[in-house]
C-alpha cells in the first residue's frame, strides 16, 4: 500500500502550488532551528490555505531517482475543493485518476479498465499528518520547521522544510518554496527515505473558483473491476 501512500500523499501536500523552477541534483543541508520569523511565515501559510476553498491547475511531475540518477516526468490536471475534494488526473505518459470523495481514495487505471479503493482513506495514521489539507489541524503542531538552505526558487522566497512530527515509514521531509509576497505555495518537494525527490509544477492555477461537482464522482465505465488496495480496510 505505501506505492499508493507516496503517491497521494506527494500530491496532496503539493495541491496548493503555483509555478515553479527545477530542483537541483543534490539536497542541500537542512538549517537547524526555529525562529520567530519562521513562525510568522508558518502562520501566513495556513490563513492563506484556510482560505482557499477551490483549486484547479495544469501540473507537471517530475521524479528524481536519485540511485538511478534520473527523472521520470508525467502531467495533468488536478482538481482541489473543501471539504476534502481532491482529483489528479494524469494525462501522459499514461491516462490514470487520482480521486478522494466520501472518506475513499479511487485510483482508476482506464488502460486496465480496473479500480484500486481504500474506504476508510481519512481513517489511516499517516493522513494525520496532513490533516491540514483538510482543514483540520495547523502545520506547526503537525511538523517539525526549519529553514531550508539552499535556494531552489526565487532567491526572495522562503525556503522551509517539515518533518512530520507524527513517525511513518513513507516520507521523511517535505520541502516548501513560498511566494514572500502570497504566501501561496511555488514548489513543492516530497524526500522519501531513499532520498528520492517527487516534485509537482503548476501552472494556470485558478483559485476559489467553482469547480464542477462531477469531477469528483466516482462513475467508472461499465465492467470497470474494482479491488480494494492492498491493506486497506475492507468495509
Same mark, same amino acid.
Given at each position: 500500500?505505501?506505492?499508493?501512500?507516496?503517491?497521494?500523499?506527494?500530491?496532496?501536500?503539493?495541491?496548493?502550488?503555483?509555478?515553479?523552477?527545477?530542483?537541483?541534483?543534490?539536497?542541500?543541508?537542512?538549517?537547524?532551528?526555529?525562529?520567530?520569523?519562521?513562525?510568522?511565515?508558518?502562520?501566513?501559510?495556513?490563513?492563506?490555505?484556510? *482560505?482557499?476553498?477551490?483549486?484547479?491547475?495544469?501540473?507537471?511531475?517530475?521524479?528524481?531517482?536519485?540511485?538511478?540518477?534520473?527523472?521520470?516526468?508525467?502531467?495533468? &490536471?488536478?482538481?482541489?475543493?473543501?471539504?476534502?475534494?481532491?482529483?489528479?488526473?494524469?494525462?501522459?505518459?499514461?491516462? *490514470?485518476?487520482?480521486?478522494?470523495?466520501?472518506?475513499?481514495?479511487?485510483?482508476?487505471?482506464?488502460?486496465?479498465?480496473?479500480?484500486?479503493?481504500?474506504?476508510?482513506? &481519512?481513517?489511516?495514521?499517516?493522513?494525520?499528518?496532513?490533516?491540514?489539507?483538510?482543514?483540520?489541524?495547523?502545520?506547526?503542531?503537525?511538523?517539525?520547521?526549519?529553514?531550508?538552505?539552499?535556494?531552489?526558487?526565487?532567491?526572495?522566497?522562503?525556503?522551509?522544510?517539515?518533518?512530520?512530527?507524527?513517525?511513518?515509514?513513507?516520507?521523511?521531509?517535505?520541502?516548501?518554496?513560498?511566494?514572500?509576497?502570497?504566501?501561496?505555495?511555488?514548489?513543492?518537494?516530497?524526500?522519501?527515505?531513499?532520498?528520492?525527490?517527487?516534485?509537482?509544477?503548476?501552472?494556470?492555477? &485558478?483559485?476559489?473558483?467553482?469547480?464542477?461537482?462531477? &469531477?469528483?464522482?466516482?462513475?467508472?465505465?461499465?465492467?470497470?473491476?474494482?479491488?480494494?488496495?492492498?491493506?486497506?480496510?475492507? *468495509?
Amino acid at each position: 500500500m505505501n506505492h499508493f501512500k507516496i503517491i497521494f500523499l506527494t500530491m496532496s501536500l503539493c495541491s496548493l502550488g503555483v509555478s515553479a523552477k527545477p530542483t537541483p541534483k543534490v539536497i542541500p543541508k537542512i538549517a537547524i532551528g526555529e525562529d520567530q520569523k519562521l513562525k510568522n511565515v508558518l502562520l501566513k501559510i495556513q490563513s492563506t490555505y484556510d *482560505k482557499t476553498s477551490q483549486f484547479e491547475a495544469t501540473f507537471k511531475q517530475r521524479y528524481h531517482h536519485k540511485i538511478l540518477k534520473k527523472i521520470d516526468e508525467s502531467e495533468g &490536471k488536478i482538481y482541489y475543493q473543501k471539504p476534502g475534494m481532491l482529483r489528479w488526473d494524469y494525462q501522459k505518459p499514461h491516462q *490514470k485518476s487520482f480521486i478522494v470523495a466520501n472518506n475513499s481514495l479511487w485510483v482508476h487505471q482506464p488502460e486496465d479498465n480496473l479500480v484500486y479503493v481504500n474506504r476508510c482513506f &481519512k481513517q489511516d495514521g499517516l493522513t494525520a499528518s496532513i490533516a491540514f489539507l483538510w482543514g483540520q489541524g495547523k502545520i506547526i503542531e503537525l511538523f517539525e520547521t526549519t529553514w531550508f538552505e539552499g535556494q531552489l526558487g526565487d532567491k526572495q522566497d522562503h525556503h522551509i522544510a517539515l518533518t512530520p512530527k507524527q513517525k511513518n515509514g513513507v516520507y521523511r521531509q517535505l520541502i516548501l518554496v513560498i511566494d514572500n509576497k502570497t504566501y501561496r505555495v511555488k514548489q513543492s518537494i516530497v524526500i522519501d527515505f531513499g532520498g528520492n525527490m517527487n516534485q509537482f509544477i503548476f501552472t494556470d492555477p &485558478k483559485f476559489n473558483q467553482k469547480i464542477s461537482a462531477t &469531477k469528483f464522482k466516482t462513475d467508472f465505465p461499465k465492467g470497470t473491476e474494482v479491488m480494494p488496495i492492498p491493506g486497506s480496510c475492507t *468495509k
